[in-house]
């Protein structure tokens, strides 16, 4: 099955510094680093540049915090005699306005109909229309990611943090910077 090119092997990334950023945003400021008191750690880290960089080096247990760890980690690489190279025969990219074209796409339309309900708080919508309130969305945080590109070299610590992810899966270079 792994070898077989009639098997689907894909994989949906957001990009990691994306990624990153916007659980910094919500678990990290907004949630005063609630995912991280059980290793003893607390946390008072503002949404800044700054702050991003003095939260990595004060926690360096983020890299294995699920919604901030390179997403290489969670695709089964590390596995004795696993090929991971060649394994993903599709990779999708995560688009905040195109899911539901994306998912459909990447998966020849085979779970268009399980994806198109029983999501959301009344089950009633589909799996890419459902919104969490969450932190990424605010202004505060538009402000945020203005701060980050004006400061280069927080920015090229963060790339360097996810080198296995853009290496591993050829991601196109971080671009957050043009929306900010």
């Known amino acids: 099955m792994l070898a077989s090119p009639g098997y689907v092997r894909a994989v949906l990334l957001r990009d990691p510094i ?9 678990n990290v400021v907004r949630r005063r680093c609630d995912c991280f008191k059980h290793m003893g750690r ?5 949404l800044s540049p700054d ?23 969670f695709c089964g690489v590390q596995a004795p005699g696993f090929d991971a190279k060649r394994i ?4 999708g990219y995560y688009s905040p306005n195109a899911m539901a074209r994306v998912a459909s796409e ?22 890419w229309e459902a919104r969490t309130a ?19 070299t927080v920015l090229k610590e963060l790339r360097r943090a996810f080198d296995e992810d ?10 957050i910077c043009s929306s900010a």
Not at 42 to 46: D, E, I, M, Y
């Open 134 to 152: 969450h932190m990424t969305a605010s202004d505060s945080s538009a402000l945020f990611r203005q701060a980050l590109c004006a400061n280069r």
């Open 106 to 127: 990447l998966f020849d339309g085979r779970l268009d109909v399980p994806m198109a309900q029983g999501w959301g708080g009344a089950r009633d919508r589909g799996m």
């Open 51 to 73: 702050g991003v960089a003095r939260f990595m080096r004060a926690n360096p247990a983020w890299v294995s915090y699920d919604h901030m760890a390179p997403q290489v980690h």
């Open 88 to 91: 993903w025969n599709r990779i």
């Open 42 to 46: 607390r946390c008072a880290f503002p």
């Open 166 to 175: 853009y290496e591993y899966f050829k991601l196109p270079e971080p671009d």
């Open 18 to 26: 994306d990624r990153f950023l916007s659980s910094y945003a919500d």
